[in-house]
């Protein structure tokens, strides 16, 4: 199944929310507003963090200062019903199995699917980017919460692994590089991993996968070398599903 295939899809998948040296969002300011285009409606997704009420206020007046109105679906009494009546859906970071578990407890996987599959645009920062895949098990997170399931949104056919670091040579930390954790995740999966740098991050429309921001990114395919990509070029071919004779070659 080609979840990217579908033209109405529209997902802007940020590594981070905040970048050194700049306040929340600043890097992604001109990204998301070319983005949303003139949708002003918000609905916000703060589930990833436990002060659900802080994050949301943090988040409305961040986007309020771009013209935006913006409601979190822990103010209201149908979730479900407020997010099929905004106009895009943003879903915040923080920890990636306290989000999955709270999409699950409060319904909210199918209707957000469908509303993406019918075009509603989708903008996740980090933990939000990481369940617009097949599944978490990317997340570099804690499993300070059991969610029923590893499967996530499924908007997109790859994994992504965001604030990608790359191996520092002259460290003296001994533990696993996030390299090495992605090519273990990749022992046992077929599905391709975008490691997205601090400040990077991917535009999905019109069926297509373009890496935005200011940074590079390195694409992980199960018996490939890693591929490094810059910003601007396309990710079409890079980032989807292996056929079976690419499985049986």
Not at 71 to 100: D, K, M, Y
Not at 191 to 205: D, I, N, Q, S, Y
């Amino acid at each position: 199944m080609n979840q990217t295939g579908g033209n109405q899809k529209r997902l802007l998948l940020i590594s981070n929310s905040t970048l050194h040296g700049s306040g929340y969002l600043d890097h992604a300011e001109k990204e998301i507003r070319e983005f949303l285009r003139d949708a002003t409606r918000i609905i916000f997704i703060p589930f990833a963090l436990y002060d659900r009420q802080a994050y949301a206020t943090r988040a409305r007046e961040r986007f309020l200062a771009m013209g935006c109105t913006l409601l979190s679906v822990h103010e209201v009494s149908n979730p479900q019903r407020a997010i099929a009546e905004a106009e895009v859906i943003f879903v915040g970071g923080g920890n990636t199995f306290r989000l999955l578990k709270a999409l699950y407890d409060f319904d909210l996987l199918t209707v957000i699917r469908q509303k993406v599959e019918a075009g509603m645009p989708y903008i996740g920062s980090s933990a939000g980017a990481i369940v617009a895949g097949p599944s978490l098990k990317t997340t570099k997170d804690m499993p300070i919460v059991q969610p029923p399931s590893f499967d996530a949104l499924g908007l997109v056919d790859f994994q992504i692994s965001p604030h990608y670091l790359d191996p520092d040579p002259s460290s003296t930390h001994m533990g696993e590089t996030q390299e090495e954790r992605i090519l273990q995740f990749l022992e046992e999966n077929t599905t391709p991993v975008a490691g997205l740098r601090e400040g990077a991050m991917l535009r999905v429309e019109d069926g297509s996968i373009t890496l935005k921001g200011s940074t590079g990114a390195r694409i992980f395919r199960r018996g490939e070398n890693p591929v490094e990509v810059s910003p601007g070029m396309s990710l079409n071919t890079r980032l989807r599903d292996p056929t079976p004779a690419e499985l049986s070659a």
